[in-house]
């Protein structure tokens, strides 16, 4: 993958600086932004130094301690305004008690009340609206399942174990072909898109980047593990009844098999995986270590919240009543 397009200022002094030696003397601030496009597509190639990094950045890049100052004033501005989002979202649990976690924490998703994407591809979206959506789903399907990665070696045994079972579906059971992220790559092609990792970050919207922005964030950072399975329960949780919609929509509009493949796959699996990420990693960790519980609702926050700005961003764009 090569540097995305600058968005502004930021990412401008950013990419420009990534392009040179490492060890360069650059002056980066995150205030130079101009907006919110800016700071998201600057944090976002900032993160994905740690995953697959760029063709044209030297890989030396990842620990400079210039670019790791401005991705620390990103994550100051992505994280007070989740924290503020979520103020007005909190919870209302009526015990702390760390045997109500897993129903508090499925009554929570459950109430919780967005647009749904994979509703209206099921039975209104037109196959151009439908190819859109997948180019956006791409920036997070194709690394599927890796920020969640950051968090395993920092958990103690049952949950640790617990999280590697489902990661080990997530990528494949030791099949390559299963991979989630090869049967989303398998499903483009098929459906006449672009397969490499990260090719529509370009046409990315700003929920979208965001959406990525917030699971890298709260992955790499150890002080909110609790924050990332939680936004992991939330997706597993909220995945498998809109992927039986997904697969029926891509019938519908008469899709190749493999993309329709890729969401069958998530309406068993996730199921599984709902109750793997809920009672065997979020409420053990939490009955170890019991100030997290409310990190874990935070968590599950930032996943249906950016997962709704995504959704009704797109459903706006079309002109859809959400
Ligand atoms: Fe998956
Ligand atoms: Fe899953």
């Not at 989303?184 to 370009?202: H, M, P, W």
Request: negative net charge; charged residues 30%; hydrophobic residues 40%.
């Amino acid at each position: 993958m090569l540097l995305p397009k600058a968005r502004g200022t930021l990412s401008e002094q950013l990419f420009t600086a990534l392009r040179e030696e490492p060890g360069t003397a650059v002056v980066l601030d995150a205030a130079v932004a101009d907006d919110a496009e800016d700071r998201a597509i600057a944090l976002w190639a900032s993160y994905e130094l740690h995953y697959r990094g760029f063709e044209d950045v030297d890989d030396r890049w990842e620990w400079s301690p210039d670019v790791l100052r401005v991705r620390a004033g990103l994550e100051e501005v992505l994280e007070s305004e989740l924290r503020e989002r979520y103020d007005a979202h909190r919870p209302e649990r009526t015990s702390d008690r760390v045997e109500d976690l897993a129903k508090d924490l499925f009554d929570y998703i459950a109430a919780h009340d967005g647009p749904s994407m994979a509703r209206y591809v099921q039975t209104d979206a037109t196959e151009a609206q439908t190819m859109e959506l997948l180019r956006q789903k791409s920036v997070y399907h194709l690394k599927e399942a890796d920020p969640s990665a950051w968090v395993v070696p920092r958990l103690p045994t049952g949950p640790k174990a617990a999280l590697m079972e489902l990661q080990f579906d997530e990528y494949g059971d030791g099949n390559p072909a299963r991979l989630h992220q090869h049967l989303f790559e398998r499903g483009l092609e098929a459906a006449g898109l672009r397969s490499e990792y990260g090719a529509y970050v370009d046409e990315a919207t700003v929920p979208v980047l965001e959406s990525n922005n917030v699971q890298s964030f709260l992955g790499l950072h150890r002080r909110l593990r609790a924050a990332s399975l939680g936004h992991l329960a939330a997706f597993e949780a909220t995945s498998s009844i809109p992927s039986r919609r997904m697969a029926q929509g891509l019938e519908r509009l008469g899709f190749p098999d493999e993309i329709v493949e890729y969401y069958r796959e998530h309406v068993e699996a996730d199921a599984v995986h709902e109750q793997l990420a809920v009672r065997d990693i979020c409420v053990p960790l939490v009955e170890m270590e019991p100030t997290l519980a409310d990190d874990v609702f935070l968590g599950a926050f930032a996943c249906l919240d950016t997962e709704d700005r995504q959704a009704r961003d797109l459903l706006e764009r079309w002109g859809v009543d959400a």
